[in-house]
């Protein structure tokens, strides 16, 4: 079993920046791949970006690219996701995820196996 856990949510104005981190725990080891998805009210989860074992590889979803940027610890098991020039359409309850095959290009949520409990973004005007 693996545990992951997610911080560093809260309440930010448009424009502003937020920092989430994810904790995993447990059975984690090498050649995972970690990401992040998020769900808004009323719509589907979407996948928000992902990031390989070594971090050669790093996919994004268009919508945040160029603005967020994930990046991972592997002596401390964690991985972080820097949100900048975040604006309203950005408010998600965001989880952390992880995955033992395919790869940061596959944004299909079903191939991972481990989620977080989520932390929610909220951007205000």
């Known amino acids: 079993q693996v545990q992951l856990v997610e911080s560093g949510g809260g309440l930010v104005q448009a424009g502003g920046s937020l920092r989430l981190s994810c904790a995993a725990s447990g059975r984690t080891f090498s050649s995972n791949v970690m990401g992040w998805f998020r769900q808004a009210p009323g719509k589907e989860r979407e996948f928000v970006a992902a990031?390989?074992?070594?971090?050669?590889?790093?996919n994004y979803a268009s919508s945040v690219l160029g603005r967020f940027t994930i990046s991972r610890d592997n002596a401390k098991n964690t991985v972080d996701l820097q949100m900048n020039s975040l604006k309203l359409e950005d408010t998600a309850v965001y989880y952390c995820a992880i995955r033992y095959s395919g790869n940061a290009y596959d944004s299909r949520g079903r191939g991972y196996d481990y989620w977080g409990q989520g932390t929610q973004v909220t951007v205000s005007s």
């Open positions: 990031i390989s074992w070594g971090g050669g590889s790093r």
